[in-house]
């Protein structure tokens, strides 16, 4: 599928004025469109190569690269945040297609990790949204505030790394974003979405769906939430670190945790909470990097840990978990005041072996959901591993294309 799009082309002027008149009418412009930026807003669309273990996508599906509006709650503003749209070449079903917003695991904290500066997806994340494409959706992907080839427009502020309402909007926009394309492509699209993801993903799509109501954007309608392995508490990482009872790979994960929430609360120093090889300058950039190009390093690194690294005052825990209880899935109740959202149905899975998100939380999570919205969960448990192990996405996928067909 392709689209041929009009150029306008500048005449006879000289090359002197045009230069000075692009370089004032572009400042300008750039100034009045970060003020006018809104959530969801279609900012930029141009053509997107694939590459790595997201090339074979290519026979698949176009892919565009997007740069929209998207709610920073890290920064209380709106800022442009950058994602690929995958569109299938199969023809779109009667009434358009179905649109899904799909979040990937986590990546690092450098923008050059973001799966549009890689290009890639991944082994993890390629294959799912491959077998979306399959079943006929168009799938977006955004990087996440500070992530990928987008966050240049974006100025200070960084990766707010699993904080939760951030993710939530940058899923939630992508989705508004990736339709206004299809939109402006001429393609049809059925208004119906769906979120998912896996890892940092789950949580992702679990905070859109308990955004989405208040999220405002017309056009589109949330039919299904599916999380799989999602992060939905920290607070065990900091009461470990308290206890002096991490394992050195727990230690790496609260490390990373830290760095997240420094985005949001600047005043929080690291080197107040960490000690040793983890407040080593040298080592924290390897941790901080790209996480597929740091595995040896950080195991090396892990190597040298000692409880004490990690320990905490119980100030410095109260403080902590004060911070972080915004982070908890399920978020608050955010539909506007006297409206009652429609209950947006769940899918949720996880291994009861995962070593990154404790199933405990996962399950005290799930149930709140379902009663403080009223919202069908389905939550599946398994004996399916260690978190990198595990993939229930065909079960995930098949149930997101009963929400797309009506079917309950």
């Known amino acids: 599928m392709s689209s041929k799009r009009s150029e306008k082309t500048l005449r006879a002027a000289p090359a002197a004025a045009l230069i000075l008149a692009g370089a004032l009418l572009s400042g300008c412009s750039n100034e009045h469109a970060r003020s006018a930026l809104t959530p969801g807003a279609l900012v930029q669309d141009a053509p997107f190569q694939l590459a790595g273990a997201s090339a074979a996508l290519g026979a698949k599906a176009d892919a565009r690269f997007i740069r929209f509006g998207s709610t920073s709650a890290a920064r209380d503003e709106t800022v442009e945040v950058s994602a690929r749209v995958l569109i299938p070449h199969a023809a779109p079903p009667p009434g358009g297609y179905p649109l899904v917003s799909y979040g990937h695991g986590a990546v690092g904290f450098d923008p050059a990790c973001g799966p549009t500066a890689t290009k890639d997806l991944g082994p993890d994340d390629a294959p799912r949204v491959g077998a979306l494409l399959d079943s006929g959706y168009v799938v977006a992907v955004p990087d996440y505030q500070g992530l990928g080839a987008g966050a240049e427009h974006q100025g200070s502020g960084g990766h707010p790394f699993r904080e939760p309402k ?38 992702a799509a679990w905070a859109a769906g308990d955004l989405a109501a208040s999220a405002g954007g017309a056009g589109l309608r949330l039919v299904g939430v599916a999380a799989e392995k999602p ?35 600047p005043e929080l120093a690291l080197d107040q909470y960490v000690r040793g090889p983890l407040a080593d300058k040298a080592n924290q950039d390897v941790l901080f990097r790209c996480f597929a190009q740091s595995g040896d390093e950080v195991v090396a690194i892990a190597r040298r840990l000692r409880p004490n690294d990690t320990a905490l005052s119980p100030q410095q825990a109260r403080q902590l978990t004060a911070w972080l209880a915004d982070w908890r899935l399920p978020l608050p109740e955010t539909a506007p005041s006297g409206a009652e959202p429609a209950p947006v149905p769940f899918f949720v899975a996880a291994s009861a072996q995962d070593e990154v998100v404790p199933i405990s939380s996962v399950r005290r999570a799930a149930s709140e959901e379902e009663a403080r919205r009223s919202a069908p969960m389905r939550l599946v448990v398994q004996d399916g591993g260690l978190h990198h192990e595990f993939d229930d996405s065909a079960e995930a996928i098949a149930w997101i294309g009963d929400r797309f067909a009506g079917r309950r």
């Open 231 to 265: 992060p939905t508490d920290f607070t065990w990482l900091v009461d470990g670190a308290a206890a002096g009872v991490l394992s050195q790979g727990e230690q790496i994960s609260y490390l990373r945790l830290l760095r997240g929430l420094q985005v949001v609360r």
């Open 166 to 203: 951030t993710l939530g909007h940058n899923m939630i926009d992508a989705a508004h974003a990736a339709k206004a394309l299809l939109d402006k492509l001429g393609i049809a699209a059925s208004g119906a979405w769906a979120a998912y993801g896996e890892s940092q993903g789950g949580e």
